[in-house]
């Protein structure tokens, strides 16, 4: 599959509607509004309320990116928009989102394997004779309402996030 930047910028602005933009705005003037003056990296609200808020600087970066010209320098900076745009979404942890919009191909694979970590129970662990995970990522869960480490087996590359 060739990447088309008009079609993946479009698709973006397209998922991203006024609404959806207002609603988004909503939510992250509220929980700013509850933020202590210095923001706390280990807080599941803090870090979806960045990334609230990242994302609609990054969506005025994608409008300006689609008013340029065709070239090489737009499709670099549209990529990267792009890319920093499924990062976002998958910060406020909506991961099957990400992993549809996100334009490369790992970065795609690496939220579905997060999603899937998420939707396992918690007890589920690998078939491997004898585990050894250790803890890859802490990252926001919907599911969970709060942020989880990821766990990875070296052995099966099992993923579950507990």
């Known amino acids: 599959m060739i990447f088309d930047l008009d079609t993946a910028l479009k698709a973006i602005t397209d998922r991203y509607t006024p609404e959806q933009r207002a609603k988004d705005e909503t939510v992250r003037v509220g929980r700013i509004a509850a933020l202590k003056p210095r923001l706390d990296p280990n807080s599941y609200d803090q870090r979806v309320a960045r990334a609230r808020q990242q994302i609609t600087a990054v969506l005025e970066q994608i409008e300006m990116i689609q008013g340029h010209p065709d070239s090489e320098l737009r499709t670099q900076r549209g990529m990267q928009a792009a890319m920093r745009f499924a990062e976002l979404v998958a910060e ?26 998420i939707a396992r129970p918690d007890g589920a662990v690998c078939e491997c004779s004898a585990p050894n995970t250790s803890v890859i990522a802490e990252i926001p869960s919907v599911k969970h309402g709060r942020l989880m480490k990821v766990e990875r087996c070296s052995q099966c590359k099992f993923l579950n996030a507990r």
Do not use: N, R
Not at 101 to 116: C, N, V
């Open 92 to 117: 406020t942890g909506d991961y099957e989102s990400a992993a549809a919009i996100a334009p490369d191909p790992k970065q795609s694979q690496w939220f579905g394997e997060l999603a899937e970590a």
